[in-house]
Every structure is written in C-alpha cells, then in structure tokens.
C-alpha cells in the first residue's frame, strides 16, 4: 500500500526546493521517475519507491505556481524532508509534468475543476 507525504513548503531559487514534514526512512528513498494525478484532491503525485512500497508525494495546487515556474525557467527540483540536509533529485519531473499537462488540456476525464486548475496554473500548457 502506498504512503502518500504532501509537500508543505516550496522555496524557489536556484532549484526549487519541496519540503515535506514527515517521511519514515526518507534517506533510503529512491525515484520512482513518474508521475500520476489526482484529480479529486487537485494535486499532482510524484512517485518515490522503497525495497518495500510506493510513497506519494503530493503536490497540490497551491505549489503549481511553482512548478510552473520551475518548467518555464527549467529549474532543478529537489525533495528535502524538512529539518535535514538530505536532498533528492526529482529527476523525471519536468519531463513527467510536461507530459501529464498536455495529456490534461482538454481532456474531460480529468473533470472540469483539475482543468480550470491547470489552465489558471500552468502557462507551459498553453503554447
């Protein structure tokens, strides 16, 4: 069964930084390199795996500005457990995130409140 972390805090600067308060066992974490999305909480779901099981972490809409930016401005972007010093690289997500914007646009599977979401969020989509 998956464990699913939100991220609570992201700060943008050179990378953007994705900070989440809670993860058992974060430092033995691996990229799960994919993305998936939830609709219904308006969040994005990057992929990270243990020996064991699959952890969720959240990104929900409040952070999409961010994410955008860090598209547009193709910025690194790391996952930090809050209070540590260890980082991962969330290698696949741009690549990920792209995919799953132009996979959304007009598409009503997703539902007309994820839809809006993107359209207000994301200019990347909108080319």
């Known amino acids: 069964m998956a464990i699913r972390h939100n991220v609570s805090q992201a700060v943008t600067g050179e990378q953007l930084t994705l900070s989440i308060e809670e993860g058992q066992g974060f430092s033995e974490w691996k990229d799960g390199s994919r ?4 609709s219904d909480q308006l969040s994005f779901i990057y992929v990270m795996e243990t020996e064991d099981d699959l952890v969720y972490i959240g990104l929900p809409e409040p952070l999409w500005g961010q994410l955008n930016e860090a598209l547009v401005n193709e910025l690194p972007v ?3 457990k809050a209070e540590e010093d260890t980082f991962f690289e969330l290698s696949s997500l741009h690549a990920e995130l792209s995919y799953l914007l132009e996979n959304i646009k007009d598409n009503s599977n997703y539902g007309d409140d994820m839809l809006k979401a993107v359209d207000r969020s994301f200019t990347v989509n909108s080319k």
């Open 78 to 80: 790391v996952l930090k």
């Open 35 to 38: 993305m998936l999305v939830d």
